[in-house]
């Protein structure tokens, strides 16, 4: 299960293909490439267990790189393209990257970062800035050329190396890190055996057995690849021999497109894509044939059920939701029949027994809210936080259960509840408050595009409801508006778990995987506060 064997057998098959650019690679091209850089790591002293980082946007340099790392028993690293130079800076210091391979695209990051990482022994420049985005027009020549101090052109130093296996071929992995929205990122490490190549990871199981994935698949991917879902389903489409059609950026009605024109099978979103989807006009929505598409994927934020349901209504049962985490410590699955009976529920388990548990430790019972804790499963690898013991043992409790503090319930047939991230929980006047019940209500107003819930400091109740709001209209922004949004929200729940007041944002700080910066909107709220007690 992995290119070699699917060059070997059909050789001329599409690996992937980015839809914008269209540039491609069939498995012989994938796995001779992906060899080149293999070698060229193995000759720059890299073995099994060393470190690469990779900072690039969607491109085909990307499944080059990853496949060769992947193929040498080595951790990469794939970083966030938005940092800035000090963020990039740290993770590439933190994971301990011998090889940074960055695009042309982050130039001036590639020169700033030149000077600030001085165990990285080999670095490597890919592309010129506009190969393979969509909205590329004719290729800058000047700059394909012009030279990075400390850097030596990607293709320059692949194409030295033969087209040949590394001596010895074994299983590697992504080291990727939390996204630092609550806090600094830090590396989940899993631990990893000397595995022959080829083997299947037990995660396989799940695109296989649930969502009936194989060689005849063809797998959208509308993410960017260095999220850890996106960059996990397109590698494993290609260990299946499917194929991987990529966006170069997200676009709700280019998304649509994209699945008539390849026939797509298989997708993976986040629940931002379908709000955005949602909210083209009708017809739009209906101008483009899905008849081919058979599975729909999504995960990395709770949905709202309202949200869900007219997605559901609109492609039909395909629907499929899966909760976990990168760490990997358990997950649960609840497809579209199951949702409609069960709505706002993330599912069952898969693996092994989930607990909710108070602040004291003790379970809880059913219909009660505490954080959400997974027994370890037996056919996932073990993790650490990479150079945090301490974080590392805080995720696990006394029974060794092990949480990412995220809070929820069960209810009485075992379907799990998120309601929000414990971090981001407001106690007003000693009530719990999850801002997610207001998000999901107001996502669903006409006039808003995006928005956060989060507390904010009052000196009565400790703290209050606050929401910004990225209108669909910036003409519309006013007392009027927010006045319509408070009362909407208050239509459809109690009083207290509704912001007290609404400000707008021309744009919310999002991740384009769909994951919210929450933390950048609420400090400016309470600056270098660390007690939430005013």
Same mark, same amino acid.
């Given at each position: 299960?992995?290119?070699?064997?699917?060059?070997?057998?059909?050789?001329?098959?599409?690996?992937?293909?980015?839809?914008?650019?269209?540039?491609?690679?069939?498995?012989?091209?994938?796995?001779?490439?992906?060899?080149?850089?293999?070698?060229?790591?193995?000759?720059?002293?890299?073995?099994?267990?060393?470190?690469?980082?990779?900072?690039?946007?969607?491109?085909?340099?990307?499944?080059?790189?990853?496949?060769?790392?992947?193929?040498?028993?080595?951790?990469?690293?794939?970083?966030?393209?938005?940092?800035?130079?000090?963020?990039?800076?740290?993770?590439?210091?933190?994971?301990?990257?011998?090889?940074?391979?960055?695009?042309?695209?982050?130039?001036?990051?590639?020169?700033?970062?030149?000077?600030?990482?001085?165990?990285?022994?080999?670095?490597?420049?890919?592309?010129?800035?506009?190969?393979?985005?969509?909205?590329?027009?004719?290729?800058?020549?000047?700059?394909?050329?012009?030279?990075?101090?400390?850097?030596?052109?990607?293709?320059?130093?692949?194409?030295?190396?033969?087209?040949?296996?590394?001596?010895?071929?074994?299983?590697?992995?992504?080291?990727?890190?939390?996204?630092?929205?609550?806090?600094?990122?830090?590396?989940?490490?899993?631990?990893?055996?000397?595995?022959?190549?080829?083997?299947?990871?037990?995660?396989?199981?799940?695109?296989?057995?649930?969502?009936?994935?194989?060689?005849?698949?063809?797998?959208?991917?509308?993410?960017?690849?260095?999220?850890?879902?996106?960059?996990?389903?397109?590698?494993?489409?290609?260990?299946?021999?499917?194929?991987?059609?990529?966006?170069?950026?997200?676009?709700?009605?280019?998304?649509?497109?994209?699945?008539?024109?390849?026939?797509?099978?298989?997708?993976?979103?986040?629940?931002?894509?379908?709000?955005?989807?949602?909210?083209?006009?009708?017809?739009?929505?209906?101008?483009?044939?899905?008849?081919?598409?058979?599975?729909?994927?999504?995960?990395?934020?709770?949905?709202? #059920?309202?949200? !869900?349901?007219? *997605? @559901?209504?609109?492609? =039909?049962?395909? +629907?499929?939701?899966?909760?976990?985490?990168?760490?990997?410590?358990?997950?649960?699955?609840?497809?579209?029949?199951?949702?409609?009976?069960?709505?706002?529920?993330?599912?069952?388990?898969?693996?092994?027994?989930?607990?909710?548990?108070?602040?004291?430790?003790?379970?809880?019972?059913?219909?009660?809210?505490?954080?959400?804790?997974?027994?370890?499963?037996?056919?996932?690898?073990?993790?650490?936080?990479?150079?945090?013991?301490?974080?590392?043992?805080?995720?696990?409790?006394?029974?060794?259960?092990?949480?990412?503090?995220?809070?929820?319930?069960?209810?009485?047939?075992?379907?799990?509840?998120? #309601?929000?991230? !414990?971090?981001? *929980? @407001?106690?007003?006047? =000693?009530?719990? +408050?999850?801002?997610?019940?207001?998000?999901?209500?107001?996502?669903?107003?006409?006039?808003?595009?995006?928005?956060?819930?989060?507390?904010?400091?009052?000196?009565?109740?400790?703290?209050?409801?606050?929401?910004?709001?990225?209108?669909?209209?910036?003409?519309?922004?006013?007392?009027?508006?927010?006045?319509?949004?408070?009362?909407?929200?208050?239509?459809?729940?109690?009083?207290?778990?509704?912001?007290?007041?609404?400000?707008?944002?021309?744009?919310?700080?999002?991740?384009?995987?769909?994951?919210?910066?929450?933390?950048?909107?609420?400090?400016?709220?309470?600056?270098?506060?660390?007690?939430?007690?005013?």
């Amino acid at each position: 299960m992995w290119p070699g064997k699917h060059a070997a057998e059909r050789p001329e098959k599409i690996a992937y293909i980015f839809s914008g650019s269209g540039a491609s690679a069939t498995y012989r091209e994938l796995n001779d490439r992906s060899n080149q850089v293999a070698q060229l790591l193995y000759d720059a002293g890299l073995r099994f267990g060393d470190h690469i980082a990779v900072l690039m946007e969607n491109r085909p340099e990307y499944f080059e790189v990853c496949w060769a790392a992947q193929r040498s028993g080595l951790f990469y690293t794939a970083i966030n393209h938005h940092f800035t130079v000090d963020e990039a800076a740290y993770i590439i210091d933190d994971c301990d990257a011998r090889v940074l391979v960055i695009s042309e695209a982050y130039r001036a990051l590639a020169e700033e970062l030149a000077d600030k990482m001085p165990n990285v022994k080999v670095r490597l420049l890919v592309g010129d800035q506009n190969v393979g985005r969509a909205d590329a027009a004719e290729p800058r020549t000047a700059q394909r050329g012009s030279h990075v101090s400390g850097y030596e052109r990607y293709a320059d130093a692949r194409d030295r190396y033969p087209a040949e296996p590394p001596a010895e071929e074994l299983e590697g992995t992504p080291m990727l890190y939390s996204s630092g929205t609550t806090g600094r990122p830090k590396g989940i490490r899993y631990n990893i055996e000397r595995t022959p190549v080829g083997d299947m990871p037990g995660q396989m199981m799940m695109l296989t057995a649930l969502f009936g994935m194989d060689e005849h698949a063809v797998y959208l991917s509308p993410a960017p690849l260095y999220h850890s879902a996106p960059l996990f389903y397109c590698m494993s489409t290609m260990r299946l021999g499917g194929t991987v059609v990529v966006l170069e950026q997200f676009d709700p009605e280019d998304a649509l497109r994209v699945i008539e024109q390849h026939g797509i099978t298989h997708s993976q979103w986040v629940p931002t894509m379908f709000v955005r989807m949602l909210k083209l006009p009708d017809e739009v929505r209906s101008k483009y044939d899905l008849s081919s598409h058979r599975c729909a994927i999504h995960a990395a934020a709770p949905c709202p #059920t309202e949200v !869900k349901l007219r *997605m @559901i209504e609109w492609w =039909g049962p395909i +629907i499929e939701e899966y909760y976990s985490a990168t760490e990997g410590m358990g997950a649960t699955y609840i497809n579209s029949a199951d949702y409609v009976t069960h709505p706002g529920s993330v599912g069952r388990t898969m693996l092994a027994p989930i607990h909710i548990v108070d602040e004291a430790g003790d379970e809880l019972p059913a219909g009660e809210i505490g954080t959400v804790y997974f027994e370890p499963a037996t056919n996932r690898p073990g993790f650490q936080y990479h150079k945090d013991e301490a974080k590392t043992r805080d995720t696990f409790d006394a029974h060794g259960w092990a949480s990412v503090g995220d809070m929820g319930y069960l209810d009485d047939e075992g379907y799990l509840y998120l #309601t929000d991230r !414990k971090t981001f *929980m @407001i106690v007003s006047g =000693g009530v719990n +408050i999850y801002p997610q019940e207001a998000e999901n209500v107001l996502v669903t107003h006409p006039k808003v595009f995006d928005v956060a819930v989060f507390g904010i400091p009052d000196p009565e109740m400790g703290e209050k409801v606050h929401a910004v709001v990225q209108p669909t209209d910036w003409d519309a922004v006013g007392p009027e508006l927010e006045r319509e949004l408070l009362e909407y929200c208050r239509s459809q729940l109690a009083h207290y778990k509704c912001p007290k007041a609404v400000d707008f944002d021309r744009e919310l700080p999002r991740q384009p995987t769909g994951k919210l910066y929450k933390r950048l909107l609420r400090d400016r709220y309470w600056g270098n506060k660390t007690s939430r007690i005013v």
